[in-house]
């Protein structure tokens, strides 16, 4: 498994010039619950460290990312609920609080470490997008993880809380190995959601 930097083109045309560094361990937020989205996220160790200049992430209070915020999702997911992007896409919506996402849901599907962000109009991320980053004021604030329906862009979004899971990023990058799953790295790949050649063009 391979993690690439800078890259804007999905088909593996390019120059080549996109960063390619192996993964040597994955790690799982140990809350991680896929009926209910909770805590999604993982992290990757990488064999040698990036040349790339990182993301920022959020501010441990929030103060980056209240309701109210436009922020900008990320990815190569599916557009107009139809085909998957060639071209690394975009598109802004604004954070929600979690009690107005239940109740455009009529019903209660958030939780502490959700974020929801988007009101309809067509705007949202996508299958494809899972994982990308929601960026506002510099700083991912959120990370793609899911929907209430299966077409993309009626409600709003599911994010993982990035300030829901910075005590955990730091433990792991203190040395901690909760939720190690390395061995996802030798498990074989199912391709069959549309899998596509490793990008390799310059972002």
Same mark, same amino acid.
């Given at each position: 498994?391979?993690?690439?930097?800078g890259?804007?083109?999905?088909?593996?045309k390019?120059?080549?010039?996109?960063?390619?560094?192996?993964?040597?361990?994955?790690?799982?937020?140990?809350?991680?619950?896929?009926?209910?989205?909770?805590?999604?996220?993982?992290?990757v160790k990488?064999?040698?460290?990036?040349?790339?200049?990182?993301?920022?992430?959020?501010?441990?209070?929030?103060?980056?990312?209240?309701?109210?915020t436009?922020a900008?999702?990320?990815?190569?997911?599916l557009?107009?609920?139809? !085909?998957?992007? *060639? /071209?690394?896409?975009t598109? $802004?919506?604004?954070?929600?609080?979690?009690?107005?996402? =239940?109740? &455009?849901?009529?019903?209660?599907?958030?939780s502490e470490?959700?974020?929801?962000?988007?009101?309809?109009g067509?705007?949202?991320?996508?299958?494809?997008?899972?994982?990308?980053?929601?960026?506002?004021?510099?700083?991912?604030?959120g990370?793609?993880?899911?929907?209430?329906?299966?077409?993309?862009?009626?409600?709003?979004?599911?994010?993982?809380?990035?300030?829901?899971?910075?005590d955990?990023?730091?433990?792991i990058?203190?040395?901690?190995?909760?939720?190690n799953v !390395?061995?996802? *790295? /030798?498990?074989?790949?199912? $391709?069959?959601?549309?899998?596509?050649?490793?990008?390799? =063009?310059? &972002?």
């Amino acid at each position: 498994m391979y993690v690439s930097f800078g890259m804007r083109h999905s088909s593996g045309k390019g120059s080549n010039k996109a960063e390619h560094t192996r993964v040597s361990e994955i790690f799982r937020h140990p809350k991680f619950a896929l009926t209910w989205l909770t805590y999604d996220v993982a992290l990757v160790k990488l064999e040698t460290p990036s040349t790339r200049k990182l993301a920022s992430l959020a501010a441990a209070d929030g103060s980056n990312n209240p309701p109210g915020t436009v922020a900008t999702v990320v990815g190569w997911g599916l557009v107009n609920n139809e !085909t998957y992007g *060639l /071209t690394l896409k975009t598109v $802004d919506v604004e954070i929600i609080a979690n009690e107005q996402c =239940d109740s &455009l849901n009529n019903a209660t599907v958030t939780s502490e470490s959700m974020l929801c962000a988007g009101t309809g109009g067509g705007k949202d991320a996508c299958q494809g997008d899972s994982g990308g980053p929601l960026i506002a004021n510099g700083a991912v604030v959120g990370i793609v993880s899911g929907g209430p329906t299966a077409e993309c862009g009626i409600l709003p979004g599911f994010y993982t809380r990035v300030t829901s899971v910075l005590d955990y990023i730091k433990d792991i990058l203190d040395g901690g190995s909760t939720g190690n799953v !390395t061995e996802f *790295l /030798t498990t074989p790949y199912n $391709d069959s959601t549309g899998a596509r050649p490793m990008p390799t =063009d310059e &972002l």
